[in-house]
T-cell receptor, first 114, second 114 residues
Framework: AQTVTQSQPEMSVQEAETVTLSCTYD???????LFWYKQPPSRQMILVIR??????QNATENRFSVNFQKAAKSFSLKISDSQLGDAAMYFC???????????FGTGTRLQVFP | NAGVTQTPKFQVLKTGQSMTLQCAQD?????MSWYRQDPGMGLRLIHY???????DQGEVPNGYNVSRSTTEDFPLRLLSAAPSQTSVYFC?????????????FGEGSWLTVV
């Protein structure tokens, strides 16, 4: 079975600085997708970024980028120029290529200090 | 388009009561699913459906029933609520399973069982 591990329960960053959130996963599949979701206090699930396993290039969305290390099964999220609005829970999630079932990590709470 | 709509947003139940969480999507999505989120954990899959008339169990199905009589609706039933079912519930949908489609989440339903 696939698993997703987020080993950092909490992280903090100064406004305008850069922070990296860690995620590792375990799978024997070759076709899969990885995601980072942001969950603000409202509890809404907001897709931040996605990575297809078959793509070697790391995904980037504005200030958000990932470091996808397929052999190491690592999928970290880098937030550049952190803003107060980035404060939230961040969940790493795995999805097999042949299903829409998401497997989530336990989350990392990010605090942003002015 | 309304996207994925969940009702109610908040509910307090007494132990042993029954209720139905409603989920509707107006995007003609085939795939729909229910997740629950407990403190300190990521979302976990309860039940899912790949189309009208087809449902299957996820990771934590006990205590819940689902049906899918139409493409648009996917209600989640608690037959005899227990305090362990206190959680935030999310409904999600996507166009079809296994094609890398975007998964859309509802805003969540907060359920407290006393």
């Amino acid at each position: 079975a696939q698993t997703v591990t987020q080993s950092q329960p909490e992280m903090s960053v100064q406004e305008a600085e850069t922070v990296t959130l860690s995620c590792t996963y375990d799978t024997s599949e070759s076709d899969y997708y990885l995601f980072w979701y942001k969950q603000p206090p409202s509890r809404q699930m907001i897709l931040v970024i996605r990575q297809e396993a078959y793509k070697q290039q790391n995904a980037t969305e504005n200030r958000f980028s990932v470091n996808f290390q397929k052999a190491a099964k690592s999928f970290s999220l880098k937030i550049s120029d952190s803003q107060l609005g980035d404060a939230a829970m961040y969940f790493c999630a795995y999805r097999s290529g042949h299903t829409d079932k998401l497997i989530f990590g336990t989350g990392t709470r990010l605090q942003v200090f002015p | 388009n309304a996207g994925v709509t969940q009702t109610p947003k908040f509910q307090v139940l007494k132990t042993g009561q029954s209720m139905t969480l409603q989920c509707a999507q107006d995007m003609n999505h085939e795939y729909m699913s229910w997740y629950r989120q407990d403190p300190g954990m990521g979302l976990r899959l309860i039940h899912y459906s790949v189309g009208a008339g087809i449902t299957d169990q996820g990771e934590v199905p006990n205590g819940y029933n689902v049906s899918r009589s139409t493409t648009e609706d996917f209600p989640l039933r608690l037959l005899s609520a227990a305090p362990s079912q206190t959680s935030v519930y999310f409904c999600a949908s996507s166009y079809s399973e296994g094609a890398g489609n975007t998964i859309y989440f509802g805003e969540g339903s907060w359920l407290t069982v006393v």
